[in-house]
């Protein structure tokens, strides 16, 4: 992703909803100081997603991936206050200062070479967990993933997940299965 589509606005679902609009931004990579401010925002999310993983990967993993540009970090925030597209960025910009204040989730994406991008995680506030956040950060990562020319978009999901994505056209089509071995 290039610096003219670091930050997004997803527009709204339902134009009469009262509902908040979904701010999203990329924060860069190789910058200690922006993932040390977010990082007590997004580490509780991603050390329940790394517990989940049964041993598969370690928050100490994903952050490191983020800081080094392995992965890359969407932020995601809510925003009732109307902005236009020409206040965007200072918008999201502003948010980062107060990074807990309208936090929705975060996403973790893994681009890939020529199979278009992985979404590694998508970790969504209980708070906003029964909103359309997420399907409109969605909507936004495909967008971006269109512009790069991506074929494929993929995503790793806990199951009970599967049904919202279905509606959104995904497909299921592996299932990870892991088992804790004991020791003999």
Do not use: W
């Not at 970090?73 to 910009?93: K, S, V």
């Not at 989730?105 to 906003?128: C, K, Q, T, W």
């Not at 494929?152 to 509606?167: E, K, N, T, V």
């Amino acid at each position: 992703m290039n610096s003219s589509n670091v930050v997004g606005r997803i527009p709204k679902v339902d134009p009469g909803s009262v509902r908040a609009q979904l701010i999203l931004g990329l924060l860069p990579c190789m910058n200690q100081f922006l993932l040390n401010a977010v990082a007590p925002i997004i580490l509780p999310g991603i050390k329940e997603l790394a517990e989940a993983s049964m041993g598969e990967f370690t928050a100490y993993q994903v952050m490191n991936d983020i800081l080094f540009g392995s992965k890359q970090l969407h932020m995601g925030y809510a925003d009732r206050t109307g902005i236009t597209p020409e206040q965007f960025q200072e918008t999201f910009a502003k948010k980062l200062l107060e990074p807990a204040r309208d936090f929705v989730g975060f996403s973790v994406i893994e681009p890939l070479r020529n199979a278009g991008f992985h979404i590694f995680a998508v970790y969504i506030m209980p708070d906003f967990r029964d909103s359309n956040m997420m399907q409109n950060g969605l909507a936004y990562l495909e967008a971006e993933a269109k512009k790069m020319g991506s074929p494929f978009i993929s995503m790793a999901m806990r199951h009970d997940a599967s049904g919202a994505l279905s509606s959104l056209g995904y497909v299921e089509t592996t299932s990870n299965y892991r088992k804790q071995l004991g020791k003999e």
